[in-house]
């Protein structure tokens, strides 16, 4: 039987309102004012007992008011849903701040009818048993990743799978924030991190079982005696084993919201040894996911979810999975009904009406990411009937409120930016730089890897191609267009295809030397001449996606150039692409990789070998002249060419001499003009490699060849040639 805990000092609406409830089969937990209702889940919580499944709260309540006992429930972490009534605060600000800042489930404005509070909790705890249907039914078993990127997997990501699939091991996170997750048949049993107030014994001095004296002679045990924590607490019966398990239980989420956006690496051991020494307060993962994603900040998802700006979603496999506690888990659901197939992630973040709402957004955007729950893509995606269908039907669920007390914003199919304002930082279409993971392309692609092995793709695209946008508004022509609305379209697409393979000083219209000023104002300029603002009112046919691409391109220039670090970025890769090197960081990454094998192949003597790999190493980056010395010298080996000899020495000593930090390309310089019989050149080339490295053990026995060869000729000669060779 559901539990309700109702909290409202209307002594006959909290009796009508409790008599319905009970009449549907819920047990009602009624109370007349805030303190009370804490009071009771404090109780709760010291016995081990199960939370209320639905928690309704009055706004205006004595001794704490609504918002004031939500805020006590979350220092609690209770994760028990709320729901709110008012009949004296229920102007849209106190709406929305029950929404956005204490995760309210809905919000009823009295007077309201019984039946209506009834509805509303059926709806709820309808929303919550969808999922975990659909889990039980589902998931295959696949193996987790041992190892990889946080980036590329991250934290979400594979405690979603663990979770869903009954996994059972430990996940290691490194990296700033380091922490461990014991998992067992796919819940948590025990979290630990390296933050100094998440622990189990902060967690027993805040719930005052312990003080901080007798923690610190707990610890102080701990050490004496070798044991754990666990152990020591039992031993000294200093506390009851329900205690101690409720107050590992609480300290999961905790530790799961300090790492839910983490970066850096991460490893998986598939085991249940845990069990014998950790004590086990199984909870719910995806509840805990739930409580670290509503925690997690803009500044902590940036690095997953801006690199993944350029692409387009539409619903995937775990679509309606998912979005069945969106709202509940980002305090928002609003991005999930503009996803329709063409609009960017930018774009959808761009769209946010103020920086909370475009927080949770990234939220939104982070979870259905890191979930399946959508494809990806570069390119626009032809949903079907069946996906269309999806969407609509979200954007039709009452997880808000229905109109009477949260009316829902109905929200374009492709969301546009918002209007830029003088002394605001805009939000804009962000492209990823060579530092970032960069998005999977392909129609039906996800977002975020199993193998935690970086995801390809360009790493800063340089330049913009809007002929394919230009094409498709174009293909609506011969609709019925008025004159203004004509001029409107001629102008946009006349903009956005001179914008065609420009770069981003080009799209501002500013020199690559303009400074902050000059690119904000050249910013401004255009956002007000084609800011979605300046053609209210017209229809624009197909031309209204050439808006929205073409903003994107003027935000994502403005982006990139008024911040110094991205400009400086941006500004090394077009250097890189005027070089002929490339700015695919996966490709760079693999040649460096290569390169490594190819010297060691050099070092052998196994110049076939080594030709292969460093032939695809100069490929990609033709601008390295290390790479191109070692591929010119293993090259020539293969042949010894006398012709080319000559002019090879030449080149090897003269990029030797510009990168004294490689004496080995001196060094090569030096064999080259040894096979090739000059015997003085190579003596000086293997003396200026050893003052270069003066441990260099090639180059050492190399001098003494050419030194013995060079006496032996001056013996043949009559001593002679001393005088006249150096």
Request: hydrophobic content about 40%.
């Amino acid at each position: 039987m559901p539990s309700i805990l109702l909290a409202d000092d209307d002594t006959n609406l909290r009796g009508t309102l409790a008599a319905a409830l009970t009449q549907e089969g819920f047990d009602v937990l009624p109370f007349a004012n805030g303190a009370e209702a804490l009071d009771h889940i404090d109780a709760v919580k010291q016995s081990g007992a199960a939370m209320p499944d639905v928690i309704v709260l009055d706004l205006l309540l004595p001794k704490k008011q609504g918002f004031d006992v939500a805020i006590g429930l979350r220092a609690r972490q209770v994760q028990s849903p709320v729901v709110f009534i008012s009949g004296v605060f229920k102007s849209k600000e106190h709406q929305d701040e029950a929404f956005n800042q204490h995760n309210a489930q809905a919000f009823l404005a009295k007077p309201f009818g019984p039946d209506k509070l009834v509805a509303e909790i059926e709806r709820i705890l309808s929303a919550q048993a969808a999922p975990a249907a659909a889990t039980a039914a589902a998931a295959e078993k696949r193996p987790m990743p041992g190892q990889g990127g946080l980036l590329e997997s991250p934290v979400i990501h594979l405690l979603w799978r663990a979770a869903r699939e009954s996994h059972t091991g430990i996940l290691d996170v490194f990296g700033p924030r380091r922490g461990r997750v014991f998992v067992f048949r796919g819940r948590a049993t025990m979290a630990q991190c390296n933050a100094p107030n998440i622990n189990v014994g902060v967690e027993l001095i805040r719930r005052g079982i312990l003080t901080s004296e007798m923690y610190q002679k707990l610890i102080d045990l701990c050490v004496e005696r070798g044991r754990g924590l666990y152990d020591v607490l039992r031993t000294e019966d200093w506390i009851t084993k329900d205690q101690i398990k409720n107050a590992y239980r609480a300290v999961i989420p905790r530790v799961v919201s300090y790492l839910i956006a983490a970066s850096g690496s991460f490893r998986w051991t598939d085991t249940d040894e845990f069990n014998k020494v950790v004590p086990g307060a199984p909870t719910s993962l995806l509840d805990a996911v739930k409580v670290g994603l509503r925690t997690a900040t803009d500044t902590e998802l940036e690095p997953h979810v801006m690199p993944r700006g350029p692409l387009r979603l539409a619903p995937g496999k775990n679509w309606a999975e998912v979005t069945a506690f969106i709202e509940a888990a980002c305090g928002s659901d609003s991005m999930v009904r503009a996803i329709n197939g063409r609009a960017t992630v930018a774009q959808m973040l761009s769209a946010a009406r103020d920086g909370g709402e475009r927080v949770a957004r990234m939220r939104q955007a982070y979870l259905l990411m890191s979930t399946e729950a959508v494809m990806a893509s570069t390119e626009a995606i032809t949903m079907d009937a069946n996906q269309t269908a999806q969407v609509a039907s979200q954007a039709a669920r009452p997880a808000q409120p229905p109109a009477a007390q949260r009316p829902a914003a109905q929200e374009p199919a492709a969301p546009r930016p918002a209007p830029p304002q003088e002394g605001s930082r805009p939000q804009p279409a962000s492209r990823p730089t060579s530092h970032q993971a960069q998005p999977t392309a392909g129609p039906g692609g996800h977002v975020f890897s199993d193998e935690g092995a970086p995801v390809g793709g360009p790493t800063m695209p340089r330049r913009s191609s809007t002929r394919a946008v230009v094409q498709e508004a174009r293909s609506d022509e011969g609709q019925a267009f008025s004159p203004e609305e004509q001029a409107a379209r001629q102008k946009i697409l006349d903009k956005l295809a001179a914008l065609d393979d420009k770069d981003h000083y080009e799209v501002l219209g500013v020199p690559a030397t303009a400074d902050g000023a000059q690119i904000k104002k050249a910013y401004f300029n255009l956002a007000r001449e084609y800011h979605t603002d300046s053609f209210a009112g017209l229809h624009l046919g197909n031309a209204a996606g050439a808006l929205d691409t073409l903003f994107a391109l003027i935000q994502d220039a403005h982006s990139t150039l008024s911040n110094d670090g991205k400009r400086a970025e941006y500004d090394a890769a077009r250097k890189m692409e005027e070089d002929g090197m490339s700015t695919d960081i996966a490709a760079i990454l693999e040649a460096e990789n290569d390169f490594a094998k190819a010297k060691t192949l050099v070092a052998r003597g196994e110049m076939a070998g080594a030709v292969r790999l460093l032939a695809t190493c100069v490929e990609v980056n033709p601008g390295n002249n290390e790479w191109k010395a070692y591929h010119d010298y293993a090259n020539w080996w293969g042949r010894r060419d006398p012709r080319e000899g000559k002019r090879l020495v030449n080149e090897l000593g003269r990029i030797g001499a510009q990168m004294a930090g490689v004496p080995d390309i001196t060094y090569f310089a030096g064999r080259v003009a040894m096979e090739m019989g000059d015997m003085s050149a190579a003596r000086n080339f293997f003396r200026r490699t050893l003052k270069l490295n003066d441990r260099h053990g090639g180059a050492t026995s190399a001098l003494r060849r050419v030194n013995k060869a060079i006496e032996d000729s001056q013996k043949k000669s009559g001593g002679l040639g001393r005088f006249f060779k150096g």
